[in-house]
């Protein structure tokens, strides 16, 4: 077996440099629509928001206002409008939650239990979330052909919106399915490392991700307390003679140094959450999404299996149409491996890609808060070395000549 099949992570010269994009080996398709979603505003217990429409080709915007349902009701359609067997389905975001007791536990998790700060609502992680799974959706082959996506990003009327429910039926018939199926060994050594690997990088992005958003929220709570110190700081200047004058201004000038040294903590999480944070998380939902696609593959296998074996007990009366099955669940089998045999080489190329550009983005972004830290850190050093040498001279002035 060749060694870039013993290893998905590796892709062979010939693929890496015959091109810069990793869908250039098929014939390339375009996406029909520039889609951004600018804004988002909270309207009672929905989320409203602004989707920004382009058509390619003869450049017409439309200004669109869709909720989170309508985006789940696109979803729903692209999954049961198009067969699905062999293809990663981009994965559909959370809802966000936007009640006052969700906005209570993430203040916690960002500042700490003992918090009686609230975060402001703000859903620019969301909008990039959605505006991402758009542009996912767009991009792919299949998909970005759909009717149903079309309409949805052309219409200014919202689709008609049904509730989807998966009830306890459904989740114990999965439950069931994934127990019986989900270890069953694959005929093809390809598809089972596959599975191997994706099955334990999915844990890993999962991990890695949660772990990743605690050091964020740890990085939110350290300035958090620099915001308290410097509160503290600023309260000690209860006496008025002139050595204490000397110690506030000190103080002053420390306060001011911490509320800075919170504002830049802060800009660092921020962009921590918005270029590797957002690739972590997005990879996370993604191996899900990769890891079902293969289950769905399995699934036709121990369907195939089970025709070979009714074949082989079928009654010759009845052996025609066991053939029939049989054949019926090979080709279903086989089409869907062709599928997820180009699929999954497109996605491996893509997250190489995608894992470049995240760690670059965060790279560039650590180093430019790193410089204006330095600088702000300049100055306030600066600034508390002059007190303290100002206050030292003025002493030293007036005991000589007083």
Not at 131 to 156: N, R
Not at 198 to 211: A, D, G, I, P
Not at 245 to 256: F, W, Y
Not at 274 to 298: C, I, N, P, Q, W
Request: with cysteine; charged share 30%; glycine share 4%.
């Amino acid at each position: 077996m060749k060694e870039s099949e013993n290893n998905p992570e590796i892709t062979s010269e010939d693929d890496s440099s015959s091109t810069s994009s990793p869908k250039s080996e098929n014939s390339p398709h375009k996406s029909k629509f520039d889609v951004r979603i600018t804004n988002a505003v909270k309207d009672g217990d929905t989320l409203n928001f602004t989707v920004e429409s382009t058509k390619v080709g003869d450049g017409t915007t439309k200004v669109l206002e869709r909720i989170f349902e309508d985006f789940e009701w696109l979803h729903h359609c692209l999954i049961t409008q198009n067969n699905i067997n062999g293809l990663i389905v981009p994965p559909l975001p959370l809802k966000a939650e936007i009640d006052p007791k969700s906005a209570e536990s993430k203040s916690r998790r960002q500042l700490g239990n003992d918090t009686n700060v609230l975060v402001g609502d703000e859903f620019q992680r969301e909008c990039r979330n959605l505006e991402k799974y758009l542009h996912l959706v767009l991009a792919h082959e299949i998909f970005g052909k759909d009717h149903s996506l079309q309409k949805f990003l052309s219409e200014s009327e919202p689709p008609v919106r049904a509730k989807i429910r998966k009830g306890l039926i459904y989740k114990l018939s999965s439950a069931v399915d994934e127990a019986r199926k989900g270890n069953h060994k694959d005929i093809d050594d390809y598809f089972q490392k596959m599975r191997d690997w994706v099955n334990n990088y999915t844990t890993l992005m999962r991990e890695t991700s949660n772990n990743y958003n605690k050091m964020v929220n740890a990085q939110y709570r350290v300035a958090g307390c620099y915001c308290h110190l410097s509160t503290a700081l600023t309260q000690t200047g209860l006496y008025k003679d002139e050595e204490s004058m000397k110690v506030n201004k000190i103080l002053t000038n420390l306060s001011l140094s911490l509320d800075d040294a919170k504002h830049e903590l802060e800009v660092l999480s921020a962009n921590d959450e918005k270029t590797l944070g957002f690739h972590l998380d997005l990879y996370a939902r993604y191996m899900e999404s990769v890891k079902e696609m293969l289950f769905r593959r399995t699934c036709l296998l121990v369907d195939y299996e089970d025709a070979n074996r009714m074949l082989e007990k079928a009654k010759p009366q009845k052996r025609q149409l066991a053939e029939e099955a049989r054949d019926n669940a090979w080709k279903l089998y086989d089409d869907c491996s062709e599928v997820a045999r180009k699929e999954m080489k497109v996605f491996i190329k893509e997250r190489l890609f995608s894992s470049q550009d995240g760690f670059t983005t965060f790279a560039e972004s650590q180093i430019r808060t790193a410089q204006d830290t330095k600088q702000i850190k300049s100055n306030i050093y600066l600034s508390i070395y002059l007190s303290i040498y100002l206050s030292i001279y003025l002493s030293i002035y007036l005991s000589i000549y007083l």
